[in-house]
């Protein structure tokens, strides 16, 4: 897999080359600063693109304009955005265009390596990666009709939005299959949703209902 990273801190920024070309991917460019971001995606049209939210000039939103402005050049273009902290504001307007291809994680996942690189592989491969504690966020700032559902309906819910199959959930929450069909039925039916059985789909319905 080609990638471009965008990572000010050179530490990080070396230390994700290091990371991923040691898991066979190939670096294609790096970037310290925002104005390097476009031109090398556009440049280099990775297969996925490592992206800091704020980078040198203004430390703002720099790496954030750079993936949303390529995703519109490049459709479908894979973007794994890291930042320090939750964004919330952030991450639902990256989400806004579609998430498809896209991932949210705080920088700390970086040093769980396993959980980083399925994220990354996630993303390339077309589907969602989102941090739980950015999923936490948006799913608190939604008052009605979350409020109707049970403990355990939000914990699946908040395991269909990281972009977990059934499978996964049911060994993460220790239930059957068939008890994580039930409750996701139970999920769409009150937050009004379509029922699908695709696990794409599915994320995407409910990325859009949180961020509605």
């Known amino acids: 897999m080609r990638i471009v990273i965008a990572e000010d801190n050179v530490l990080l920024r070396e230390g994700l080359v290091l990371l991923l070309t040691s898991d066979r991917h190939e670096v294609a460019a790096v970037a310290g600063s925002g104005p390097e971001v476009l031109p090398a995606l556009l440049e280099h049209r990775p297969d996925a693109a490592v992206l800091d939210v704020r ?26 955005v890291l930042s320090q902290y939750v964004e919330e504001t ?8 579609g998430a498809e291809g896209v991932g949210y ?30 999923v936490s966020q948006l799913m608190t700032s939604r008052s009605d009709p979350l409020q109707a559902l049970t403990p355990r309906e939000r914990e699946v819910l908040g395991l269909m939005a990281q972009g977990l199959d059934n499978a996964t959930i049911a060994t993460t929450l220790v ?8 409750h996701i039925g139970a ?10 059985d695709s696990g794409h789909r599915r994320v995407l319905a409910v990325l859009a209902y949180l961020n509605s």
């Open 55 to 80: 980078l040198p000039p203004g430390f703002r939103d720099e790496g954030l304009r750079a993936a949303i402005e390529a995703r519109k050049r490049i459709p479908g273009l894979p973007v794994l």
């Open 90 to 97: 952030y991450a639902a307007e990256l989400l806004s265009g």
């Open 105 to 134: 994680l705080l920088k700390d996942r970086v040093s769980r390596v396993d959980e980083f690189l399925d994220a990354l592989s996630r993303v390339a491969a077309g589907g969602t990666a989102l941090d739980p504690e950015v």
């Open 175 to 182: 239930i059957t299959e068939r008890s994580v069909s039930k």
């Open 187 to 196: 999920v769409f039916a009150k937050l009004g949703l379509p029922p699908t």
